[in-house]
């Protein structure tokens, strides 16, 4: 490979003869890159040292072929050249070590329903140290919170980006990040330590023009509404049931809040929502769970909960009511031959191919996603699709509710807290842990027949989960 040197790089006419006498005249062609159109007319080829180097700079010489070579890295020899030269070379593969020593953190891509997010918060400052892969910013979407991380170590020179900034798309530069840390020390640093210096002196002359300066603005402010009395009645009348200012606080909403609000208010705006009710009694799952909750979590290492109870009877229910897990496409109804649950929360996780899981398989599957979404590492993929949704409000004490459907899907279950309350079981009265639940549906597609069969199939499989094991 030849490399580029400049002619006066070796003091004295030894340098030809060290490097091998082959000067070769070149012009400046049109059709040469920028880079090797600033080469001098006078060069030295490198023949000696660098036997296995095909070339540095793809520049066509008088009489002699143009190389198609690929360039290669070679840090060795370079690190020879500039030892014993001041060597400039024209090659992009070679850069400076400026050059080299700066990278970009750019917003990731965030999902296929994503194109835009907001910049909601910057989690480093400039001259902090990073680790590679460590989060600098957060871009908060539709969906998820999404963390910028870094792509080496280093410390981070300057963001480019600005806190708030809305519609941040996926490769928008966000800061600017120096593998070595030698750009932050007069980049962050020293720009403030001049400032701090410089101003001690001229801040007194400049307090002292400062204060006349309010005391002039203040003034004509006073007396403007002094002297003009329709400007206090017009805040008042703007104004006249708010509390005061100091006891209110105006906050943006979430690009997460805004969706969610959408696709609610677009749900019932759409569909034809009409709500079912029932009761179950909760006492032989609850029965089950307590019998076998130890060894449940000795084989298979997580606890048994009343979630997968009704997760394995909503399975068995949309099997014999396949239209309760259709959805209206146009003019068409598309039957899913599988069951994604989504589990409804302030984000709503995806428990894909339920049908083909198990207790233990359930149990698992809610607690990995709950943890991520608690640890704000869900990913988009984990919370896209889902057929039919589970809403459980009981957590929180909710005794009855009307849950919304989550759009795309067409119904939804909710769950509701568990009270003991007097029922009659064989002519007696007797206190039973009972729970109420909802199922809410799209009647243009689900009649009310079918919503009941629906919501009765769950209530059967809770009350006697035997049913599951004999597919009766």
């Known amino acids: 490979m030849l490399g580029v040197l400049r002619r006066k790089a070796a003091s004295g006419a030894s340098s030809a003869s060290v490097y091998g006498k082959s000067l070769y005249k070149h012009k400046p062609v049109g059709s040469t890159p920028r880079a090797c159109s600033a080469m001098p007319e006078e060069i030295i080829h490198y023949t000696r040292i660098f036997g296995n180097v095909r070339t540095f700079c793809h520049l066509p010489l008088a009489g002699r072929a143009m190389p198609l070579m690929p360039e290669r890295h070679t840090r060795k020899f370079v690190h020879h050249l500039q030892q014993d030269f001041n060597v400039q070379i024209w090659s992009r593969s070679f850069s400076s070590n400026t050059e080299g020593d700066i990278v970009e953190a750019v917003v990731p891509f965030m999902g296929e329903s994503i194109s835009d997010g907001t910049l909601a918060a ?169 019998d076998y909750k130890d060894a449940f979590v000795e084989k298979h290492g997580v606890k048994l909960g009343l979630m997968s109870g009704f997760v394995k009877a909503a399975i068995s229910a949309l099997q014999k009511q396949p239209i309760v897990n259709a959805v209206i496409d146009g003019d068409d109804i598309i039957y899913r031959d599988y069951v994604d649950i989504s589990i409804a929360g302030l984000v709503v996780p995806v428990l894909r191919n339920a049908e083909n899981m198990n207790f233990a398989e359930v149990e698992k599957g809610i607690n990995a996603l709950a943890k991520k979404a608690t640890d704000g590492t869900i990913s988009i993929d984990e919370m896209a699709g889902g ?86």
């Open 122 to 290: 910057f989690l480093k400052k400039p001259g902090d140290r990073v680790e590679v892969d460590e989060p600098i910013a957060q871009v908060e979407t539709d969906k998820v919170t999404i963390d910028v991380n870094s792509p080496e170590a280093g410390v981070i020179q300057k963001f480019v980006a600005k806190e708030g900034d809305i519609f941040v798309e996926p490769g928008t530069k966000v800061a600017i990040i120096s593998k070595s840390g030698e750009g932050v020390t007069h980049v962050a640093p020293s720009d403030e330590k001049p400032s701090e210096k410089a101003p001690p002196p001229p801040s007194p002359a400049e307090e002292k023009k400062e204060k006349p300066l309010p005391k002039v603005e203040t003034t004509p402010v006073v007396e403007k509404p002094k002297g003009s009395s329709p400007p206090p009645p017009r805040p008042s009348a703007t104004e006249p049931q708010l509390p005061p200012k100091e006891r209110e606080r105006r906050v943006p909403m979430t690009r997460l809040r805004k969706r969610v609000a959408t696709r609610l208010k677009d749900s019932q705006n759409t569909f034809a929502l009409l709500t079912t009710f029932n009761e179950v009694d909760m006492t032989n799952l609850m029965k089950l769970r307590s």
């Open 387 to 472: 057929t039919f949704t589970i809403s459980n409000g009981g957590v929180y004490g909710s005794l009855l509710s009307t849950p919304i459907i989550n759009p795309p899907q067409s119904a939804i279950l909710g769950m509701h807290s568990i009270v003991n309350r007097p029922m009659v079981v064989g002519g007696n009265i007797v206190p039973r842990p009972m729970m109420y639940i909802a199922l809410t549906y799209d009647h243009r597609l689900i009649d009310g027949r079918e919503a009941v069969f629906f919501l009765r199939r769950i209530k059967d499989v809770v009350e006697d989960p035997r049913r599951l094991l004999l597919d009766v």
